[in-house]
């Protein structure tokens, strides 16, 4: 795997952030995350298959049909159990946010960035493909490859629409609504080394006007009493914790406990540049890689306030 590449100015912020931690941190970055899978139980609830596919496989411990896959096998992904749909090749912490926002079979439920689909398709199986998921995407290319997830794992409860989350509006309101946000996608660096070479503080900032908007537009169309749950695949607290803090000040939500035991996971910060977040971002978790040995990762579920 090529050395990813880190920026003197990311560098030098988590070194801010982390303090002592930062080494293990810089460290973590430079290995490859453990590959993961998801069995399909839309399509089976057999897991022997995969006594069959010659490799070791650990189970993830806190999602039931989740396994670690413990030795590289080359083309593991397109093998025909894969291409048939029984099981989805996924990242465990990119499985989280659909386990978190917990849909049940007769919710309605958005997806407002889906693509390229695959916790679409893990919500469909939590719901049994009951219910109603609406998923949508701005981005026209990404369309395809979202259909093609949902086809092959026999999701047929799922609308697909392509507008922009800031301004969609489908006319009625959802039980239950994930924003997995566009983000700086730092936790991403070491699957692609080159990830962050036009990483700067200024995409930072940028990416969190544009989740603080869809965020907005996303408790809107929550009911009251609904569940949200926000995530991104960055480590930065303007993204992260300075976006939950304004869902709680000015959009009138609060914040709850995600209860997932066995999660190697840290609490949201409190506190960060010079400014104090309020303390319900406490209850977010971060999945920060050396300590979890997955992709970087934040999820915060938020319910709005009736």
Known sequence: MPKPYLPKEFKEKYERLLGDESSAFFES???????????????????????????????????????FIKSEVSGFGNLIEQNIGL???QEVSSILPA????PKPSDIVLDL???????TAVLAQLMGNRGLIIANDIDKSRLNTLIFTL???????TVVTCQNGINFNPGFLFNRILLDAPCSCEGMVRKKPDLLRDWSEALVKSK????????????????DDGVLVYSTCTLSPEE???VIDYAVTELHCRTEEIRLPGVPSSNGLLEYNHKRYCPDVSRAMRLWPHKSGTEGFFICKLKKEA
């Open 29 to 67: 970055c430079m290995t490859k995350p453990a590959k993961s899978l998801i069995i399909n139980r839309l399509k089976t609830d057999d897991y022997g298959f995969l006594k069959e596919l010659e490799t070791s496989f650990e189970k993830v411990r806190y999602i039931d049909n989740t396994f």
């Open 87 to 89: 099981f989805q090749m």
């Open 99 to 102: 386990i978190v926002l917990d």
């Open 113 to 119: 960035t889906a693509a390229p689909g695959n916790k």
């Open 151 to 157: 086809k092959k794992q026999g999701v047929t409860n």
């Open 208 to 223: 969190a006007i544009v989740q603080k908007r869809l965020l907005s537009n996303a408790v809107s169309l929550l009911k």
């Open 240 to 242: 992260d914790e300075e």
